[in-house]
């Protein structure tokens, strides 16, 4: 669990974010929980992180996402500091592309 977070975690959100079954129960439920600007900036983030994980620099990563500086590196502080959410996205995520070639 992240130390920064102080207060009590609300589980309902994250019990209902690990029933969803597919990208698109996925986007639905995002809709739902985020404005524009919160699922934007959430995709961002996510973006900056494969790119970080791909071993692309600052300089490429904002030039190809617009993100700022400090996103790259708050971003790159999780991947580095942080658990292990992004990594083990990421690992799930090459498994299903090998598993379906």
Known sequence: ???????????????????????????????????VAELRAMEQRYQVAQMLDEGLVYSTILEKTGAS??????????????????RTAFAKIREQEADSK
Request: net charge negative.
């Open 1 to 35: 669990m992240n130390k920064n977070i102080k207060k009590p975690r609300h589980m309902g959100v994250y019990e209902a974010i690990a029933t969803v079954e597919s990208v698109e129960e996925c986007i639905q439920l995002f809709d739902d929980l985020l404005s």
């Open 69 to 86: 500086s400090a996103t790259i590196s708050r971003v790159n502080r999780s991947l580095q500091n942080a658990g292990d959410g992004y």
